[in-house]
Nanobody, 122 residues
Framework: QVQLVESGGGLVQAGGSLRLSCAASGRTFSGYTMGWFRQAPGKERERVAV????????YYADSVNGRFTISRDNAKNTVYLQMNSLKPEDTAVYYCAAKSSGSFWSNDYDYWGQGTQVTVSS
């Protein structure tokens, strides 16, 4: 079992930055592929960024590529999402998720956090 707790969300003006953190507890964090997802009101959940176990492979949605950076610190059991040049359309609840097996590219995750709200004002 893995427990995930996100933090770092908040209200920011367009063009600003936020860094989300996701702290994991339970089983060995370093063995999990980690992802960030978001869901805006009335919209489907969107995969935002993914990082492999070693951190050597990452994925970004086209909508955030070049603005967001995913990273992980296995010693601290934490994954981060640095969000720069934020836009109003980035407003959503952001969730981190973990999976221990399966394709890096699949959206089938085993564990989810409770989410953190990010609001970008224009």
């Amino acid at each position: 079992q893995v427990q995930l707790v996100e933090s770092g969300g908040g209200l920011v003006q367009a063009g600003g930055s936020l860094r989300l953190s996701c702290a994991a507890s339970g089983r060995t964090f370093s063995g999990y592929t980690m992802g960030w997802f978001r869901q805006a009101p009335g919209k489907e959940r969107e995969r935002v960024a993914v990082i492999s176990v070693s951190g050597g492979l990452t994925y970004y949605a086209d909508s955030v590529n070049g603005r967001f950076t995913i990273s992980r610190d296995n010693a601290k059991n934490t994954v981060y999402l640095q969000m720069n040049s934020l836009k109003p359309e980035d407003t959503a609840v952001y969730y981190c998720a973990a999976k221990s097996s399966g394709s890096f590219w699949s959206n089938d995750y085993d564990y989810w956090g409770q989410g953190t709200q990010v609001t970008v004002s224009s």
